[in-house]
């Protein structure tokens, strides 16, 4: 099956500094990757995601960027503000596979003012 | 107005017990999910329906059962409780299994004791 790894697990930035969290996907056949963000009691929500026939999205200070031959896909957020804070997940799936999609371990991402 | 909603929201209970957690949406959505997120924020996929119908079950003892009685609603029971089922559990819902975006509920926190 699909196995999902991200990193890092924690990442702490200064406040308008770029962030970027980095995955690696093993199953060659996946083909859409979300980025979902977790804030602190609540459940994830979507911000970006990407296909595989792309190779680069971008909405407005957040960007995902996508290398099917290394099968890794990274999110980059520019001009971080405290409210970027939260936990960040990315996912790979195979849309049409039953709906399912693997998570990776999540990232903390600390901006401090 | 919320789209995916779950309750209760905590869950407090003893070792042994069978308790419920009720999930619905109303995005007018094919398909739902339940996902355990454990206290390292790790998130996995436990059950996927799809039109009331199970179409992913990821090795979940079985004294969790899942039941969807329409494809509004998906509920969770869980029978004799244990520690280790203490987390937080997400539902979420998708437009069919062919799109694996997926809109998440704000979690319930079970707390077995």
């Known amino acids: 099956g699909e196995n999902v790894e991200q990193h890092p697990s924690t990442l ?6 770029s962030a970027v969290i980095k995955c690696t996907y093993s199953d060659s056949a996946s ?3 979300p980025w979902y963000k977790q804030e602190l009691g609540k459940g994830p929500q979507l911000i970006i995601d990407i296909r595989s026939n792309v190779g680069e999205k971008k909405d407005q200070r957040i960007a995902v960027t996508l290398n099917k031959t290394a099968k890794h896909f ?14 960040y997940f990315c996912a790979a799936s195979i849309q ?10 999540g990232t903390t991402l600390t901006v401090k003012p | ?32 999910y339940w996902y355990k997120q454990d206290s390292k924020k790790f998130l996995k996929i436990m059950f996927s329906y799809n039109n009331k119908e199970l ?17 509004a609603h998906l509920n969770l029971h869980i029978n ?4 280790g089922d203490s987390a937080v559990y997400f539902c979420a819902s998708g437009l069919d299994t062919k799109n694996t975006e997926a809109f998440f509920g704000q979690g319930t926190r079970l707390t077995v004791v």
């Open chain 1, 74 to 87: 990274s999110l980059h957020i520019t001009e971080t503000q405290p409210e970027d804070s939260a936990v």
């Open chain 1, 31 to 33: 083909n859409y990757f």
């Open chain 1, 12 to 17: 702490s930035v200064q406040e308008g500094d």
């Open chain 2, 80 to 83: 004799s409780l244990e520690l």
């Open chain 2, 55 to 71: 179409i992913i079950n990821e090795t979940v003892p079985n004294r969790f059962s899942p039941k969807s009685p329409d494809k």
């Open chain 1, 96 to 105: 049409g596979n039953a709906g399912k999609s693997t998570f990776g371990d």
């Open chain 2, 1 to 32: 107005d919320t789209a995916v909603s779950q309750t209760p929201k905590y869950l407090v209970t003893q070792m042994g017990n069978d308790k419920s957690i009720k999930c619905e949406q109303n995005l007018g959505h094919d398909t739902m």
